[in-house]
């Protein structure tokens, strides 16, 4: 089986996780996988050994491959970790970036804008990913973009949320990260490192609450919950 083929499966299934459409902590069939993307077993496996590197799925000794959980464990290390990376990936991005780093960052803003204003969540998260991924690749600095590879999968996996608004002012959040990506691009063209971090930071704590919602239980029905209290 060609190489097109297993990167064409491997660019779908980060899609897939990405997007939610293959939830966290969900064993994978290979049978039914391999076969969908017509792969024979021992590809297909490479394409997993692949999204395991990178921090997509897990796989388990005589247990096959799941979807990279999102438990409480590994949420509470997200929130923990994710403002340092990006700042300091922020700081160097500003120090280093180039024409063609800002050419590609505004492309991928305009791509990211017209998702937004089209109400797609999942294109807005995955132009969302991309656009910090294209900030990570600015800061030449190899060991902080494994780092951001990685939260980037939960981020982006939460973002599934931040971008579905159920509310007004859900959507001035939304309008507001627009916002915070052009001040962020120009901040980095103008070298301007403190001005890139400061609004780094504003963009992570624009989201913070929202996306926490992802890992917090729905409150119980009221009769449930005098149930509860009553016992």
């Known amino acids: 089986m060609g ?16 997007t939610l459409a293959l939830e966290p902590g969900v064993d994978l069939d290979e049978v039914t996988l391999s076969s969908e993307y017509g792969l024979s077993r021992t590809p297909f496996r490479e394409v997993l050994q ?25 949420m509470r290390v997200f929130f923990q970790t994710a403002p340092a990376i990006y700042a300091n990936i922020a700081r160097l991005a500003a120090e280093h970036r180039t024409q063609p780093d800002l050419s590609r960052l505004r492309k991928t ?18 132009a969302n990913h991309a656009f910090h991924e294209i900030v990570g690749e600015m800061a030449r600095n190899p060991y902080l973009s494994i780092c951001l590879d990685r ?24 309008q507001t990260a627009v916002a915070q990506h052009d001040a962020m691009i120009d901040a980095i063209s103008d070298h301007d490192a403190e001005r890139a971090v400061a609004l780094t930071v504003e963009h992570w704590d624009l989201s ?8 917090r239980p729905d409150p119980l029905p009221m009769e449930l919950g005098e149930i509860a209290n009553a016992v």
């Open 3 to 18: 190489s097109s083929a297993k990167e064409t499966c491997l660019a779908d299934l980060k899609k897939r996780i990405l």
């Open 50 to 74: 692949r999204l395991a590197g990178a921090g997509y799925v897990s796989i388990a000794s005589n247990r096959g491959a799941k979807v990279a959980s999102m438990d409480v464990s590994v």
């Open 109 to 126: 803003q305009d791509r990211f804008r017209k998702a937004v204003g089209d109400k797609e969540p999942s294109a807005a998260a995955l």
């Open 151 to 174: 939260l980037l999968i939960d981020h982006t996996r939460l973002g599934q949320t931040f971008y579905s608004p159920e509310s007004q002012g859900d959507t001035k959040l939304i």
């Open 208 to 215: 913070r609450d929202r996306i926490e919602r992802f890992v």
